[in-house]
């Protein structure tokens, strides 16, 4: 999510963090949060990547991958002061819904998506396969 959270929350990684791609917009998550207001559930997904995430969350070395991947992340961020962040103090600057995290880029955008679409389509297989097998 887009949200301001990524820079006026703390932290103490030693290196700028933001959210991982593709970053949506919060209103997103806004709407849904009122419709799970109007039209209780258990719980609700905002965008593809949420729902295979918690999809891969149960396969064999989804934990490895997550950290690994979290690493290299962090070792590619610039780096920054660790902080308290809003933790003790009101956020400084501007107050906005939006982060300011988001790509305008469309083609990365639609490469983003043929990509989740691929890992989709293969982990459908993949279960199909498993099925058929037992």
């Known amino acids: 999510m887009d949200t301001p959270g990524f820079r006026d929350g703390s932290n ?4 700028a ?10 209103r997103r998550a806004a709407r849904t949060i009122v419709n799970l207001a109007r039209y209780p559930q258990p719980s609700a997904y905002v965008g ?3 729902v295979l ?8 070395g989804y934990k490895w991958l997550n950290a690994s991947l979290v690493n290299l992340a962090l070792k590619r961020a610039r780096p920054m002061a660790n902080s308290s962040g809003n933790l003790y ?11 300011g995290f988001r790509s ?9 998506a043929a990509t989740l679409g691929g890992a989709l389509i ?6 199909r396969r498993r099925q058929r097998q037992d």
């Open 48 to 50: 593809l990547p949420a």
């Open 17 to 26: 963090v933001k959210p991982v791609p593709p970053v949506y917009n919060p």
């Open 53 to 60: 995430a918690r999809l891969a969350y149960g396969m064999p």
């Open 89 to 99: 103090a009101p956020a400084s600057g501007e107050r906005r819904i939006d982060g």
């Open 122 to 127: 293969g982990f459908c297989l993949s279960r």
């Open 12 to 15: 103490y990684t030693g290196r």
């Open 104 to 112: 305008t880029d469309k083609r990365r955008k639609a490469v983003m």
